[in-house]
């Protein structure tokens, strides 16, 4: 009977081209809207890690309650053994303490004189370590975002923002000399060697951009064995809400001294610069968006199988003529139905698959329309494959086809023979 339905689908192609195209488009756009829409809040939360936040992020509560200054004055301290320590008791995630700080960049003449000053801010990772160095790379993805010039190889050595460096007009090989304040509250100025340009493409913060390592912004800083912060990030880089939030209520559960200002608190990223609306909607925006596409497609699949089985009535009457039971019919539609709706479901997914996985690796460039947007949003809007991509246009592709085709066959039953020679004569 299999093949019977095979060859009957495949030698007439006005009964299944036009549903075949039809569910392979439905299912394509299912699996393309799901995947871009995970893309596109799962990169803003992964640049929001990488730049600002970590998966957690470990500071004192002083620090938290003055963030948005960078208060190095209420620093972490002893941050080997704290690194150490975290690292033993959360092996899930990679720590990595970072400084960040801010201040004036000024770029001398020949003469010492200022030819150049602007703004800075300062973000300080660990490039030096060769494990730890290897990390920010891939996670800072340097390779393909430095510009000019190379990665820094000494602890004085920086890179900059490209519209940074243009904007002061400075080229890998010269110096800036960075004027700030110490983590003591004194006054600083350090000479760091700029030995390259990155473009970022994330919101507006190449703009003032300064790169460095850890040690060369302790030195800095006067900050031995300090750190702004500690991020924690999953090792595969994956963020998982519920599990931040029961790590961060455990650690504090251990550490946080209310009465102490210098007692450790984790933050999870939920619990930083608001982003705790953005993963909430997410979530509740992506599932009502889903639901109401997936509606839509559900609705489109099932009333084109209805239509299609309303189309046929004339060739079922044929074959109620010729001695065929109602029921043979009836089940001989319904597996037509499912082999179409199998079929194109799988090519409808692959083809989703495919494009996600362009965007996914490739992207939307959109860079140039975010030049002056300060949100740490990547301009090159991406997809992920996630695995529901897999399933969330096969199913309905398929069910959806067979209720319309159920709904459409229930009149066989309800019709006379007669009306059914009756609807054939007008056809022909």
């Known amino acids: 009977m299999l093949r019977f339905l095979i060859k009957g689908v ?29 893309g596109v809040f799962d990169d803003m939360l992964h640049q ?161 951009l300064l790169l460095a390592d850890l040690t060369g912004a302790r030195a800095a800083l006067d900050m031995e064995d300090g750190a702004s912060a500690i991020f ?58 889903i639901l109401i596409f997936m509606f839509i497609v559900v609705v489109l699949l099932w009333n084109l199988g209805l239509m299609n089985g309303l189309r046929r009535y004339g060739e079922f009457g044929v074959r109620l003529a010729m001695g065929e039971t109602k029921g043979h019919v009836y089940w001989t539609m319904l597996g037509e139905s499912l082999l179409v709706g199998i079929a194109a479901s799988v090519v409808g997914t692959i083809l989703g698959l495919l494009v996600v996985y362009y965007l996914q690796e490739v992207g939307i460039d959109y860079t140039t329309l975010l030049e002056d947007y300060e949100m740490p949003i990547s301009g090159v809007m991406r997809g992920k494959i996630t695995p529901d991509c897999y399933y969330i246009g096969f199913i309905p592709g398929v069910v959806a086809t067979l209720l319309g085709t159920m709904l459409a066959g229930r009149g066989i039953y309800k019709r006379q023979m007669s009306e059914l020679f009756k609807e054939l004569m007008l056809e022909s």
């Open 10 to 38: 495949l030698r007439d192609r006005s009964r299944s081209l036009f549903s075949f195209i039809a569910i392979v488009m439905g299912v394509l756009l299912a699996v393309l809207f799901r995947g871009f829409m995970a």
């Open 48 to 208: 929001s890690a990488v730049l600002m936040t970590g998966h957690v992020k470990v500071t004192t509560r002083a620090w938290v309650d003055e963030a948005d200054i960078m208060p190095n004055d209420l620093a972490v301290l002893d941050v080997d053994s704290l690194v150490a320590q975290l690292s033993t008791d959360y092996p899930e995630m990679d720590w990595d303490p970072r400084i960040l700080f801010a201040g004036l960049l000024d770029v001398p003449d020949d003469a010492g004189e200022t030819r150049a000053q602007g703004p800075m801010l300062g973000i300080a990772v660990d490039f030096l370590s060769p494990e730890a160095g290897a990390r920010q790379v891939e996670l800072w993805e340097l390779d393909s975002r430095l510009v000019r010039g190379r990665l820094p190889e000494r602890a004085e050595e920086v890179l900059l923002g490209e519209r940074f460096a243009i904007r002061l007009g400075i080229e890998p090989g010269e110096v800036g000399t960075f004027v700030g304040v110490t983590m003591h509250g004194g006054f600083a100025t350090y000479n760091f060697h700029v030995v390259g340009t990155v473009a970022l493409g994330v919101g507006g913060i190449d703009q003032n």
């Open 232 to 289: 924690g990030l999953y090792k595969d880089m994956f963020y998982d809400d519920a599990g931040s939030v029961a790590l961060s209520a455990a650690f504090n559960g251990s550490q946080a001294d209310p009465e102490d200002e210098f007692s450790l608190m984790m933050q999870p990223l939920r619990a930083q610069n608001s982003l705790g609306q953005i993963v909430d909607f997410s979530k509740g925006a992506t599932l009502v968006i």
